[in-house]
């Protein structure tokens, strides 16, 4: 597991300022990131959709190495007890079929006292949902999502009080740059986390890929851990050039 980034530092490092692209590099970006986002769908189906069993052990493996995250849990829970503060707030994802599953993972961050949060489709942002860590899940209407629970919805800057995400990804490269589904609801979420919060992305370990290998663009907010089966990777969060 690669050595992890200090946790003031964690959150400071940013992205380099984006050059100026004219209308034709946009359309030729957009398409090369449409091409790869049906490329890492059909490598996840193929790798996970005939087999649910691979997927089932990796999410022990994933829960396994969430250690650090688990721990930070813990602590937070235990100084907001000594000052009776509320239950630090964790947002978490319900997984479609062939995603990284995090469910056992967020079960038991419910269990050790956490406030769990998952999205629920609202337009162009996503508003937040509290599960308990027992409850069902009903199937949602976003696109890309999995399913979502049934509850009242919290706003959109629920993750302004959040003090770690786990956040989905089709694949994040060494450099930080994240690549989702193209609908861009987690880039604009992220913008509203606290500087002070751990953000994760989870997903299976062959999708964590080289540095340089993701476009990024200037709406693109870079991702500083990767939680894999294999374990959690801090990243350089700057452009690769």
């Known amino acids: 597991m690669d050595a992890p ?3 003031e530092d964690r959150t ?3 992205p ?3 050059t100026q692209q004219t209308a034709a590099q946009e359309q030729e970006l957009a398409a090369q990131k449409q091409a790869l986002r049906r490329s890492l769908r059909a490598a996840r189906r193929e790798a996970y959709g005939a087999d649910p069993e691979r997927r089932s052990r990796e999410a022990d493996r994933l829960l396994a190495h969430a250690g650090p995250l688990l721990a930070l849990v813990d602590s937070v829970v235990a100084r907001r007890r000594v000052a009776t503060g509320p239950a630090p707030r964790v947002a978490a994802f319900h997984p479609t079929p062939t995603e990284a599953d995090v469910m056992p993972l967020a079960a038991e961050l419910a269990a050790r006292g956490a406030e769990l949060v998952f999205p ?3 337009g162009t942002e996503l508003e937040w949902i509290r599960w308990d ?3 069902a899940f009903a199937d949602s209407p976003g696109r890309g999502f999995g399913k979502e ?3 009242e919805r919290l706003g959109t800057d629920a993750l302004a009080q959040a003090v770690l995400v786990l956040s989905p990804a089709l694949a994040v490269d060494r450099a930080g740059t994240r690549i989702g589904h193209g609908a861009g609801y987690y880039d604009r979420a992220l913008v509203t986390v606290p500087r002070s919060a751990r953000v994760v992305a989870v997903v299976h370990p062959g999708e964590l890929l080289a540095a340089g290998t ?7 907010v870079p991702i500083p ?3 894999t089966a294999d374990g959690i990777v801090s990243l350089i969060t700057n452009d690769p050039a």
């Open 120 to 122: 629920a489709a609202a």
């Open 149 to 151: 629970p049934v509850g």
């Open 12 to 14: 400071a490092q940013e």
């Open 16 to 18: 380099a300022a984006p």
């Open 225 to 227: 851990e990767v939680l």
């Open 133 to 135: 860590g027992r409850s």
């Open 5 to 7: 980034i200090p946790a």
């Open 214 to 220: 993701l476009p990024r663009e200037a709406h693109d």
